[in-house]
T-cell receptor, first 113, second 113 residues
């Protein structure tokens, strides 16, 4: 079946450090891939997305590239800020499903000054 | 434009009680979904709807009922609450077709004693 695997957290980084959160997926066909962010006490917000192989999604300094050959969609940011502290979820949606978005378990990120 | 709203924000129930979690959206979205979020498990789909009068089951539907009598509203009913239903519940909506962005409500934190 379809599934999403993310690196275990929590991740703690110093401000201005480089961030990578790994995400790999298993899916039939060519899914759309997403990164969502959840700030404390809030619902999820779409951070970025990619809908086909080699697409790069980007937003707020975060980037992720859809790699079909490695079934991966790793999230990166060159210089994190304290305000980036949140939980990050990788997710996929297959083209044949109505609204069955499959989420990974989430990775908690804490950025310290 | 309020987006996706959920009520209540917090709820405590005793085992065996019933209740309804409310969800409404004012974006005229076709698709609406209910998820539960549990530590280390990401979000799991409970039920979803692709339009008024049409609902279907997700990954974890047991113990929950839904209906969609209008485009705007998608209530989730717990028929006989159990401690295993202690969780944070999120409602989400998105437009139809190729529109991928899901909008999430702020969540309802439910505790079943």
């Amino acid at each position: 079946g379809n599934s999403v695997t993310q690196m275990e957290g929590p991740v703690t980084l110093s401000e201005e450090a480089f961030l990578t959160i790994n995400c790999t997926y298993t899916a039939t066909g060519y899914p759309s891939l997403f990164w969502y962010v959840q700030y404390p006490g809030e619902g999820l917000q779409l951070l970025l997305k990619a809908t086909k192989a080699d697409d790069k999604g980007s937003n707020k300094g975060f980037e992720a590239t859809y790699r079909k050959e490695t079934t991966s969609f790793h999230l990166e940011k060159g210089s994190v800020q304290v305000s980036d502290s949140a939980v990050y979820f990788c997710a996929l949606r297959t083209k044949t499903s109505y609204d069955k978005v499959i989420f990974g378990p989430g990775t908690s990120l804490s950025v310290i000054p | 434009n309020a987006g996706v709203t959920q009520t209540p924000k917090f709820q405590v129930l005793k085992t065996g009680q019933s209740m309804t979690l409310q969800c409404a959206q004012d974006m005229n979205h076709e698709y609406m979904s209910w998820y539960r979020q549990d530590p280390g498990m990401g979000l799991r789909l409970i039920h979803y709807s692709v339009g008024a009068g049409i609902t279907d089951q997700g990954e974890v539907p047991n113990g929950y009922n839904v209906s969609r009598s209008t485009t705007e509203d998608f209530p989730l009913r717990l028929l006989s609450a159990a401690p295993s239903q202690t969780s944070v519940y999120f409602c989400a909506s998105r437009g139809g077709g190729a529109v991928d962005t899901q909008y999430f409500g702020p969540g309802t934190r439910l505790t079943v004693l």
